[in-house]
């Protein structure tokens, strides 16, 4: 049997941008539901953060969560594990979007689950928080499933690219199982049998370059196949006017960073910014260091993601506290601004 899994769709995202949601509908429109349809695939499972806000939705975004994605899941076998983005409190699975919203349309799992889906004992494990950990622990070890699906905190694995979770739960809780698939963490990550899907499209700069898309899991087997998502939300572009340069195409509606590496004619430089703003850009931002110089041993490079900027400078800093400890402390602050977690 086929099964999608997606997750870590976060509908609402960037503030409820029409922008962004716009681009994820593209996905769902072309990509997501004609790949099913086309396949004969008739089984959904979302691994959890369906919304992005936990405490509330904007109504415009709602109205096309349920016109675009919703109703066209209901025509699938479909089962919602609840992710950590889902639920109001931080220390109950009770309150969340999905039957607060939707009722009892879809199976929403709250709580530890084994279930059999076409013939494969498969352990559904929704966001663990204070009140439900240890009944979740004890079903994991009790369940005799071999698969297991969740949305899950794991330590030692990337929550995006180059940041990795120091304070998570112990892999070694699921290693009796042969396959296990996880949304919470938006880059695709494995480690032996554990593996974290990641979300299926770009929602900050972190996710530039980084493949998005979603997987079909194969019971026969427990193989994974990843279909990736073409369009992208987010382009780097380097400009020096010293080589020959092609004007990239296709970047209405995207967010630009412009990295200049060699300007040698300004007049040159204003044109091609000026046609960038001609071609419809959401958001341009201009990397220029050219016109500045820096101590030896004190460059930063602005071409960076914020993380990178941040470790790169505790690192550069003489200061006399603990530099692991201090850089844990912003990798939490910083996902957790990106997250809209209070």
Not at 74 to 91: M, P, S
Not at 99 to 123: P, R, V, W
Not at 279 to 286: E, R
Request: negative net charge; glycine residues 6%; contains cysteine.
């Amino acid at each position: 049997m086929k099964i999608a899994l997606i997750t870590d769709t976060h509908f609402g995202a960037r503030g409820d941008s029409l922008l962004f949601h716009e681009y994820f509908m593209r996905f769902y429109d072309e990509v997501f539901f004609p790949y099913l349809e086309e396949n004969n695939i008739d089984t959904i499972i979302h691994l959890g953060d369906v919304t992005d806000r936990r405490k509330f939705i904007n109504y415009n975004i709602l109205d096309g969560l349920k016109s675009g994605f919703i109703e066209k899941m209901k025509k699938y076998d479909t089962y919602f594990i609840i992710g950590n983005h889902d639920v109001y409190y931080k220390n109950t699975n009770r309150i969340n979007s999905m039957e607060q919203l939707f009722g009892d349309s879809f199976k929403t799992y709250t709580e530890a689950t084994t279930l059999n889906i076409g013939g494969t004992d498969i352990c559904f494990v929704p966001w663990i928080n204070s009140e439900n950990q240890t009944d979740t622990v004890k079903h994991i070890k009790k369940s005799k499933a071999k698969v297991a699906l969740g949305h899950l905190e794991l330590n030692g694995f990337e929550m995006m690219r180059g940041i990795k979770c120091e304070g998570g739960m112990d892999m070694k809780l699921f290693e009796k199982f042969d396959l296990v698939c996880s949304g919470h963490f938006h880059t695709k990550s494995s480690q032996g049998a554990i593996h974290y899907l990641g979300s299926p499209y770009e929602m900050f700069w972190n996710d530039c370059n980084d493949t998005k898309g979603f997987h079909i899991l194969d019971t026969d087997d427990n193989g994974l196949n990843f279909i990736t998502n073409p369009f992208n939300m987010f382009r780097k572009i380097w400009y020096d006017d010293s080589k020959s340069m092609i004007y990239p195409e296709d970047l209405k509606d995207k967010y630009v960073k412009l990295i200049v590496v060699n300007k040698l004619d300004q007049l040159k430089f204003d044109i091609f910014i000026d046609d960038l703003y001609k071609s419809g850009v959401a958001d341009l931002s201009i990397v220029d260091d050219t016109d500045f110089e820096f101590e030896e041993n004190g460059d930063i490079d602005t071409t960076e993601d914020t993380m990178s900027l941040l470790t790169n400078y505790i690192d550069n800093y003489e200061i006399d506290v603990d530099k692991n400890k201090l850089k844990h402390i912003m990798r939490d602050l910083y996902v957790s601004a990106l997250r809209g977690e209070t």
